[in-house]
Nanobody, 124 residues
Framework: QVQLVESGGGLVQAGGSLRLSCAAS????????MGWFRQAPGKEREFVAS????????YYADSVKGRFTISRDRAKNTVYLQMNSLKPEDTAVYYC?????????????????WGQGTQVTVSS
């Protein structure tokens, strides 16, 4: 059974940092793209960042570019999201996901497996 478990969320002041982790189990995802998405209250889920299978390509939403960094450890079947210079508008539930292919898509429909989410709250 495939499971994705996010951790590292919490409450932080504006300007602070958090590092999210997502550990996958049940199968190896080293050849698949992985991504992070978020959903704020009353809003649709949106793309945050993604990484291809080899880590050679990473993609970011304009709203987080330069502040967030996605990375992965293929041996540990884990993807990370380093979030710096956090803003109140970054407040959301953050979800990690595993893509059906290897490219690191921006589109949520391209992802097959999803975690349960971790809350990130940024206070002003």
């Amino acid at each position: 059974q495939v499971q994705l478990v996010e951790s590292g969320g919490g409450l932080v002041q504006a300007g602070g940092s958090l590092r999210l982790s997502c550990a996958a189990s049940g199968r190896t995802f080293s050849m698949y793209g992985m991504g992070w998405f978020r959903q704020a209250p009353g809003k649709e889920r949106e793309f945050v960042a993604s990484i291809n299978w080899s880590s050679h390509s990473t993609y970011y939403a304009d709203s987080v570019k330069g502040r967030f960094t996605i990375s992965r450890d293929r041996a540990k079947n884990t993807v990370y999201l380093q979030m710096n210079s956090l803003k109140p508008e970054d407040t959301a539930v953050y979800y990690c996901a595993v893509e059906r292919s290897s490219t690191g898509s921006r589109w949520s429909d391209a992802y097959e497996y999803w975690g349960q989410g971790t809350q990130v709250t940024v206070s002003s």
